[in-house]
Every structure is written in structure tokens, then in C-alpha cells.
């Protein structure tokens, strides 16, 4: 009788043999600018157990655009790169420290690998993203949230500071910033100028909140005539 092979022998003990590793070299699946992966870091998710909204999505448009998304779930951002590549949608994790070398002259580039780097105009790499960049899982499609039907510009509704706050960021990198409301259900939306060929805009979610209203203990005026003038100290 014939011995068994190693891989029948693991066949035969319920274990997978191992798959043989990939010799095709790593290639390029990714190209954003930099300044987008800034602008959507304060919007990913952290530590949230949807482990793919620790991340941001890279989508390839039918316009051989890319659209950048990041969601914590309470808020949203999304980002046109209208020079951006992508070979295939991807997620991708985005580690604080490398947001010190991402402006708009430099590009965060992604291999198929899972290598991630912020690289210079002159194509110098900045800053390298130690582990694995992408992260698996099925992003949320946003269009499904961000419908812009039915909304006018202004604000209204009850809106977290900190998260205004980090639209207003956005606005003062792109030099201008304008909100849009239509319910208090549906999210604020807000769209920031452009800054060279990224287009943004974005959404914050409503809270809910005791009051509706100005303060009605304020009191009333009175008629002018009634009125008395505040007489100064001796």
C-alpha cells in the first residue's frame, strides 16, 4: 500500500492545506490624493466593531473618477477625486500619524499587497503605514443616506457641536462652506468649495433634543413709553 502525501494526510485529519503563496508581483490598486484621506480621518469610525467603517472607502466611478466615503455612523463625509485611480472598490485603514505628510501635492498610495503609503509629488515615499491597509468587509452604499431631493439651504434641527466643528474644518481648508436642510429627520448637509480636483461634501445626522424653540421666559417688550432709562451712579 502507498503512503499517503502530506496534503492527503491533512485532507484526511480535517485540515486545509495552506494555499501557496501569490508570486505575481504587488501592484498599484489605489491612487487618492493625500488631502482627501485628511479631510476623511475625523469622520472614520474608531474601534467600532463594524470593523470596516475603520477605514475609508475608495470607489471607482463609471467617469474613471474616485469617490473617498468615511461614516462613524453619525455622520458622513465624501470626497470626488476627479484624478484618483482605483483598480477595484477597496477599504482602506488610515493611521493617524501619517496625516502629518498628506496635502494636496502628495497621493496615498495602495498595493494589492496591503502595503499603504504617502507618497510626494516627486513620487518620495513620506510616510509608510506599517501592517496590512486594507480591510475587508461591504462598505455601506452612502447614496443610500445622502439623497439630496427635497432639501434647502440653511440650518435647522439640533446638531452636535464637536461634529459642526469638524465641518467647519473642512470649510476652512477649502476656503468656504454652505449647509443644506430638509427635514428634522434627514442629516444637515453641508458642500465645501472645491480645492484643486476634489469635490466634498457631507452630512451630520439630527439629534433629538428637549427644546424646539427660543426661550419663552424671556420677557416681552414692553410699550416705549413705559419704558424707563437706566440712570447712571452719581
Given at each position: 500500500?502507498?503512503?499517503?502525501?502530506?496534503?492527503?494526510?491533512?485532507?484526511?485529519?480535517?485540515?486545509?492545506?495552506?494555499?501557496?503563496?501569490?508570486?505575481?508581483?504587488?501592484?498599484?490598486?489605489?491612487?487618492?490624493?493625500?488631502?482627501?484621506?485628511?479631510?476623511?480621518?475625523?469622520?472614520?469610525?474608531?474601534?467600532?466593531?463594524?470593523?470596516?467603517?475603520?477605514?475609508?472607502?475608495?470607489?471607482?466611478?463609471?467617469?474613471?473618477?474616485?469617490?473617498?466615503?468615511?461614516?462613524?455612523?453619525?455622520?458622513?463625509?465624501?470626497?470626488?477625486?476627479?484624478?484618483?485611480?482605483?483598480?477595484?472598490?477597496?477599504i482602506?485603514?488610515?493611521?493617524?500619524?501619517?496625516?502629518?505628510?498628506?496635502?494636496?501635492?502628495?497621493?496615498?498610495?495602495?498595493?494589492?499587497?496591503?502595503?499603504?503609503?504617502?507618497?510626494?509629488?516627486?513620487?518620495?515615499?513620506?510616510?509608510?503605514?506599517?501592517?496590512?491597509?486594507?480591510?475587508?468587509?461591504?462598505?455601506?452604499?452612502?447614496?443610500?443616506?445622502a439623497?439630496?431631493?427635497?432639501?434647502?439651504?440653511?440650518?435647522?434641527?439640533?446638531?452636535?457641536?464637536?461634529?459642526?466643528?469638524?465641518?467647519?474644518?473642512?470649510?476652512?481648508?477649502?476656503?468656504?462652506?454652505?449647509?443644506?436642510?430638509?427635514?428634522?429627520?434627514?442629516?444637515?448637509?453641508?458642500?465645501?468649495?472645491?480645492?484643486?480636483?476634489?469635490?466634498?461634501?457631507?452630512?451630520?445626522?439630527?439629534?433629538?433634543?428637549?427644546?424646539?424653540?427660543?426661550?419663552?421666559?424671556?420677557?416681552r417688550?414692553?410699550?416705549y413709553?413705559l419704558?424707563?432709562?437706566?440712570?447712571?451712579?452719581?
Open positions: 500500500m502507498n503512503a499517503t502525501t502530506e496534503q492527503e494526510q491533512l485532507s484526511i485529519d480535517g485540515v486545509a492545506p495552506a494555499e501557496p503563496e501569490s508570486k505575481e508581483a504587488p501592484h498599484m490598486i489605489a491612487r487618492i490624493n493625500a488631502m482627501a484621506v485628511k479631510v476623511a480621518f475625523p469622520f472614520m469610525a474608531q474601534n467600532d466593531i463594524r470593523y470596516y467603517l475603520n477605514g475609508v472607502n475608495v470607489r471607482p466611478l463609471e467617469d474613471n473618477t474616485v469617490m473617498i466615503v468615511a461614516t462613524d455612523g453619525h455622520r458622513y463625509v465624501v470626497i470626488r477625486d476627479q484624478h484618483g485611480y482605483a483598480e477595484k472598490e477597496v482602506v485603514s488610515i493611521k493617524k500619524d501619517g496625516l502629518k505628510t498628506c496635502n494636496a501635492k502628495s497621493t496615498l498610495d495602495v498595493m494589492s499587497n496591503g502595503s499603504a503609503m504617502v507618497n510626494d509629488e516627486n513620487g518620495q515615499a513620506q510616510f509608510i503605514q506599517p501592517g496590512n491597509a486594507l480591510v475587508e468587509g461591504n462598505f455601506p452604499r452612502i447614496e443610500n443616506v439623497a439630496a431631493r427635497g432639501y434647502n439651504e440653511g440650518i435647522s434641527g439640533a446638531i452636535n457641536p464637536a461634529y459642526l466643528k469638524d465641518a467647519l474644518t473642512i470649510g476652512q481648508h477649502f476656503g468656504s462652506i454652505r449647509f443644506f436642510t430638509k427635514d428634522a429627520d434627514s442629516p444637515l448637509m453641508f458642500v465645501v468649495g472645491g480645492l484643486g480636483d476634489l469635490e466634498v461634501f457631507g452630512g451630520i445626522m439630527k439629534m433629538r433634543d428637549s427644546f424646539e424653540q427660543l426661550p419663552t421666559w424671556f420677557p417688550p414692553v410699550p413709553e419704558t424707563q432709562p437706566v440712570s447712571e451712579p452719581e
